[in-house]
């Protein structure tokens, strides 16, 4: 089958909602020809990944000047797009999806809820998918972002979830929160995937004392993550076990300059192999957001094991005690779980059962047969 899939982002592989939009391309292309049609914006040009995906076109809408965007903004206003959407909205991303779609039987796809937005007036008129990056209403409210009410938001999801023929969500707690949301909605389990067959995993652990943070700091979440560790959990776990270093990687990790010189900031890296086989573990302390952590879902394909608190967990299909160690958002009781998890004794075991459950579960295979069912 032939797939149009819109995104208002330059595609590349620089942040969890990049990835997710990597890994759907990738299933999708193994079923026919696609069409990615991207707003150029967050990035010069694609990650060279994607060149290199057969069966892809690539399609660049350049962004228009503020009058061109004007009219668009306003009916997406108008019609209860929350602010901070609508001003992502630009309308060339919708007509030129809307004309590949006229040529052929076609699948059409919204990446996020920006593209969604812009394609809600095609989306009540033909059958297309709404691939969801989080249930946003639970936790965007939250966070600092114009336009944001809880009310505006949980209108305007209910509203992608009843006009959009499917919509394809990242986990089944997502499901639920958007089934409570919709109850008409037509859902699908669409998980957060990586390469695992391209990922070598980590030789066993050995007693490195080392913890790694990996994430895209231009998300607040993950800076809210970062703020529990540097300000709760590291101290805690320093008092007893002071040699052990926090190594920060990812888009915004090397504008941290924090005071302690245990604490690494090693920025944005491209290939994380080396970093992983770095770690003695690998912290997920994700206090807010939605869906399922990538770099959860990476660090057990690399079989490094994992500290996660249950909201990191929540989005995955994981077992506590078996592919990860779980632990509250507290200082005390994370320190006390990575202390535990640094020991090979304990993190060996669970970093094996991981990679096997990302082999199983969230690989491109895996993503494809969902996609193909």
């Known amino acids: 089958m032939r797939t149009v899939i819109a995104s208002s982002f330059t595609p590349t592989l620089d942040s969890g909602r990049a990835r997710r939009t990597y890994g759907i ?9 696609v069409d990615l049609v991207y707003g150029a914006f967050g990035a010069e040009r694609p990650d060279p990944a994607f060149g290199s995906i057969d069966a892809l076109e690539l399609h660049r809408v350049e962004r228009p000047g503020p009058i061109g965007r ?10 209860g797009v929350p602010d901070d959407f609508a001003r992502g909205i630009w309308p060339g991303v919708a007509s030129r999806a809307a004309r590949l779609a006229g040529e052929g039987r076609t699948r059409v796809v919204a990446e996020g809820p920006v593209a969604a937005a812009a394609l809600l007036p ?8 709404y691939s969801a990056h989080n249930l946003e209403y639970a936790f965007r409210h939250r966070l600092d972002e114009a336009g944001m009410s809880e009310t505006a938001l949980m209108r305007f999801e209910a509203r992608l979830l009843r006009t959009f023929a499917e919509s394809w969500m990242v986990s089944r707690a997502d499901i639920e929160g958007a089934a409570a949301l919709e109850p008409n909605a037509r859902l699908r389990l669409v998980p957060n995937v990586v390469d695992v067959s391209a990922i070598e995993p980590v030789a066993p652990r050995a007693g490195e004392r080392a913890l790694l943070f990996v994430a895209d700091l231009s998300y607040e979440p993950n800076r809210e993550g970062l703020r529990f560790l540097l300000e709760q959990a590291m101290p805690a776990l320093w008092e007893q076990a002071p040699e052990v270093r926090l190594l920060l990687a990812g888009k915004g ?10 604490v690494e900031g090693r ?9 992983y086989a770095e770690a003695g573990c690998v912290a997920v302390p994700l206090l807010e957001g939605g869906g399922s952590p990538l770099k959860f879902v990476e660090a057990l394909a690399f079989g490094v094991p994992v500290v996660a608190t ?7 299909e994981v077992t506590a005690g078996e592919h990860f160690v779980e632990a ?5 009781d994370f ?3 990575i202390l535990a998890t640094l020991d090979p004794a304990r993190g060996n075991a669970v970093a094996a059962a991981g990679r096997t459950l990302a082999e199983r579960e969230y690989s491109l295979a895996a993503l494809e047969r969902c996609l193909a069912a």
């Open 25 to 33: 391309v990738r299933a999708l292309a193994a079923q026919g020809h």
């Open 70 to 79: 004007l009219p668009a903004y306003l009916r997406a206003r108008l019609g």
């Open 122 to 129: 095609f989306a009540a008129r033909h059958a297309a998918i």
């Open 253 to 262: 990790s090397d504008a941290i300059g924090p005071a302690d010189p245990r």
């Open 267 to 275: 920025g944005f890296v491209p290939d994380l192999g080396a970093l």
């Open 310 to 316: 249950p909201r990191a967990a929540a989005g995955l």
């Open 328 to 332: 509250e958002p507290n200082g005390a």
């Open 335 to 337: 320190a006390a779980a």
